[in-house]
């Protein structure tokens, strides 16, 4: 009995032994783990927000969201920015995200219909008149939507990060637009869902790349655009086209950011933690900017001569109804494709109608 004890106690010294010998190699490793840091590697095609002042909102929301991922992360993330397309074209920004060519990417839909055609959906002309509430509404579609996370996770190896929504829409051109009837026969450069629209009012779509507008504009190869004052001002289009007019044909969510879905997975859950919470508030940040800046934004235009016009509520009105049927058919579309077309299209407007009611209050 007595040997068994002894035995006991030698097993148990030697346990406590090997214990705190190892312990000190156990913390250290785990503060290593902790002190794990990355730098990824952002793309993005707009130009730097500093260089570019008031002419880039998004890009200046994009910054504040990359600060305060390397805040919340106590550093241990930091990004390291590629403006103005200096790392990957505007065009093929996903692919090379899905590559990893780069860490972290800015999509645009309208190039990928293929691999992106539930956020298609967000393309569609009269969803909503503010960036904030197409924004808001597709966030949630994709918290509630497996086959809209599959859409980036397998379609395209990537996680999404980001909705990025465009302010609604309005025409410049080089001739003058007071009616609708003025429009018939322009050639427009459009994209998404605004093709068809463009259609019904009798306007001719051209399908480029937004770079490119300004030399098609100035060689008269198309007679005008439609996007929001941002694009215009980034794009310095108001330089060779003098006629704005204001047609609220729609905000869009063409925008987001996404991150290797590789690299994603690799990353502890507590830093996914911080990118997943700061979305919505991304949201929010980003609205505030295009209140702030829109105004500035439009004083560049009148200040370099622009006419300003703006469509009766009438036929603002009339613009709404054509656009309906645009967003039900691509919506039974996708559902011959196995998608839940409807389903998704349903949700989003009713969650714009919530944030639409809500911003009212």
């Known amino acids: 009995m007595k040997e068994n004890r002894l035995l006991l106690l030698l097993v148990f010294t030697t346990c406590l032994t090997i214990v705190f010998s190892v312990l000190p190699y156990m913390v250290c490793f785990a503060s290593e783990q902790r002190k794990e840091s990355w730098v990824f590697k952002l793309a993005e095609y707009s130009p730097d927000p500093t260089a570019a002042g008031i002419a880039a909102a998004r890009p200046k929301a994009m910054e504040w969201w990359g600060n305060e991922v390397e ?3 106590n550093g241990r993330v930091k990004i390291e920015w590629y403006w103005s397309g200096s790392l990957l074209p505007e065009k093929v920004i996903l692919d090379g995200t ?7 990417g800015s999509w645009v839909s309208i190039y990928y219909p293929a691999n992106m055609p539930l956020t298609e959906i967000g393309s569609s002309p009269g969803l ?17 939507f497996p086959e809209y996370q599959d859409e980036f996770d397998k379609r395209n190896n990537v996680k999404n990060l980001l909705f990025m929504g465009l302010e609604s829409h309005q025409f410049l ?3 003058e637009i007071r009616s609708l009837s003025d429009l018939k026969g322009l050639r427009i450069r459009s994209f998404g869902g605004f093709v068809t629209l463009m259609k019904e009012m009798g306007v001719v779509p051209v399908s480029m790349t937004g770079p490119d507008m300004y030399m098609a504009l100035e060689r008269g190869t198309i007679d005008g655009l439609h996007h929001p004052v941002e694009n215009m001002a980034k794009y310095k289009t108001y330089e060779v086209a003098k006629y704005y007019t204001k047609v609220d044909i729609g905000a869009v969510l063409a925008i987001g950011l996404a991150m290797n879905l590789d690299l994603w997975n690799s990353l502890p859950s507590d830093i996914q933690g911080v990118f997943t919470k700061i979305r919505r508030e991304y949201i929010d940040v980003q609205t505030r900017v295009y209140d702030e800046y829109t105004e500035k934004q439009l004083k560049i235009l009148k200040d370099a001569g622009v006419k300003f016009h703006e469509l009766s509520e009438s036929e603002k009105q009339l613009i709404h109804k054509l656009s309906l ?25 009713e969650r714009i109608n919530y944030y639409e009611t809500k911003q009212q209050r």
């Open 71 to 73: 805040k919340r992360t």
């Open 98 to 104: 899905r590559k990893r060519l780069c860490d972290i």
């Open 325 to 349: 049927p645009i967003q039900e058919k691509y919506a039974r579309e996708l559902d011959a494709k196995g998608l839940p077309g409807t389903k998704m299209t349903n949700f989003v407007r």
């Open 128 to 144: 909503s008149g503010r960036v904030y509430c197409v924004s808001s509404a597709f966030l949630d579609a994709y918290e509630k």
């Open 173 to 175: 051109t080089t001739k």
